[in-house]
């Protein structure tokens, strides 16, 4: 079974300043990694994916996160946030050999951004 | 940009009845799934499904509650006989295959037992 941490459930920054939000994640198995953002009122939202190869994954607005196999971390990363980023952001994995594709979700992160 | 739809946005329902949620899959995909999300909590897994049968079901998923492909569009959630705890929002994803193909997830449905 799996099992993701997000150590952080809120995290305060100021606009234009770059945040860090943090996953770890537990499994016996080879995973697929993802981290979604939740607006209010609204669904989960893909960010990004690590699937295979490079590390370091590009996603939409201007998000990006890198797999660390050793630490077992995939944490998301932005230069310079707005304040439209302020959101709910969920890590999640899925098995690679799981033919159905089962997430595992996080606890989740309250990016809160001020002016 | 084609999205998942999940109907009604809030139901409200009194404890012991019977509730469907509703939702409409990205045309082009084939599996289709549940979660939900008690509020302040992580967001569960409850069911897949597929090729007209259930895939796999978590432990949450028990005999009140049932999922249904009744035509080519709808996907639904019902369940039978609700409790106090189940009182959450119910997500619906589709996803155009399995494997590392990323699940679409709709709004979802809030879904508040009395």
């Known amino acids: 079974a799996q099992s993701v941490t997000q150590l952080d459930s809120q995290v305060p920054v100021f606009e234009e300043a770059p945040v860090e939000l943090r996953c770890n994640y537990s499994s016996s198995v080879s995973v697929y990694l993802f981290w979604y953002v939740q607006y209010p009122n609204q669904g989960l939202q893909l960010l990004l994916k690590y699937l295979s190869g490079s590390t370091l994954v590009k996603g939409i607005n201007g998000f990006e996160a890198e797999f660390n196999k050793s630490q077992t971390s995939f944490h998301l990363r932005k230069p310079s946030v707005h304040i439209s980023d302020t959101a709910e952001y969920f890590c999640?994995?899925?098995?690679?050999?799981?033919?159905?594709?089962?997430?595992?979700f996080g606890t989740g992160t309250r990016l809160l951004v001020s002016p | 940009e084609p999205e998942v739809t999940q109907t009604p946005s809030h139901q409200v329902t009194q404890m012991g009845q019977e509730v469907i949620l509703r939702c409409v899959p990205i045309?082009?995909?084939?599996?289709f799934y549940w979660y939900r999300q008690i509020l302040g909590q992580k967001v569960e897994f409850l069911v897949s499904f597929y090729n007209n049968e259930i895939s796999e079901k978590s432990e949450i998923f028990d005999d009140q509650f049932s999922v249904e492909r009744p035509d080519g569009s709808n996907f639904t959630l019902k369940i039978r006989s609700t409790k106090l705890e189940d009182s959450a929002m119910y997500f619906c994803a589709s996803s155009v295959r399995r494997g590392n193909q990323p699940q679409h997830f709709g709004d979802g449905t809030r879904l508040s037992i009395l």
């Open positions: 045309s082009n995909h084939l599996y």
């Open positions: 999640a994995v899925s098995e690679v050999n799981t033919g159905f594709q089962k997430l595992v």
